[in-house]
């Protein structure tokens, strides 16, 4: 069986509660988790919003848009640069959430922000 990447391991504590981990609305995590685009990327709940990431290491990306609050729930373009849709449900805000993605928005990788290029290394 293979080994849990960072953001499966970080989703699954964080669905189970566990202590050691950022936890956030429940609904919200859920919600976010049942779109398969989130779950690839790297979740982290702080201050009633839950954001997403393309990466899994301080400094995050910031670049991708993000759920605030608890149903009812308010869907933000990056960095509180325009609201896209509020008084959601949590499934209503993953789904605006996902239809806000960059069309190159993949699986979140480890290590900080911005990505290493291996072309110039």
Known sequence: MAE??????TWRLMLEGDPTVRRGDPA????????????????FP????LTFHRNTQFPWSNDLPFIAGSAPCTVYAPRYSARLGEALTPQE???LVVAHLPQDCGPAFDGPW????SHTA
């Open 4 to 9: 849990e990447t960072t953001v499966e391991k």
């Open 28 to 43: 919200v995590m859920e919600a976010a988790y049942a779109e398969p685009r989130l779950r690839a990327l790297f979740p």
């Open 46 to 49: 702080s201050h009633g919003c």
């Open 93 to 95: 805000a993953a789904a």
């Open 114 to 117: 911005p990505p290493q290029d």
